[in-house]
C-alpha cells in the first residue's frame, strides 16, 4: 500500500504545495492577530513577512532558517523600536 501512495503523483503534488499552504495559513492567522491587537505592529510584520520570503528564496528554501529569521526580525523591531 505504502509503495503505491509513494509514487503516486497525488501525494507528489502535495509533497510540494503542503508546506506551502500551512506556512500561508499560518502567517495569515498571525497577520490577522498582529493587525487586529496591534496595529502599529503591522508594519514590522509585513517586513517579518518580507525577510522570510527573502531569506527562504536565497538560501535554498531552508524553512526552518526563513521562518527563524522573519521571526528574529519581528522580536527584534517589537522590542526595539
Known amino acids: 500500500m505504502l509503495g503505491r ?4 503523483a497525488i501525494v507528489r503534488r502535495l509533497a510540494v504545495w503542503m ?4 506556512l500561508a495559513i499560518l502567517a495569515v492567522t498571525a497577520l490577522h492577530g498582529t493587525i487586529t491587537a496591534d496595529p502599529h505592529g503591522t508594519w514590522y510584520a509585513l517586513l517579518a513577512v518580507a525577510v522570510t520570503g527573502a531569506v527562504h528564496l536565497a538560501f535554498g528554501r531552508r524553512t526552518i532558517l526563513s521562518v527563524g529569521a522573519g521571526t528574529a526580525v519581528y522580536v527584534v523591531l517589537l522590542n526595539t523600536l
Do not use: E
Open 19 to 22: 508546506p506551502v499552504g500551512i
Open 5 to 8: 501512495l509513494r509514487g503516486s
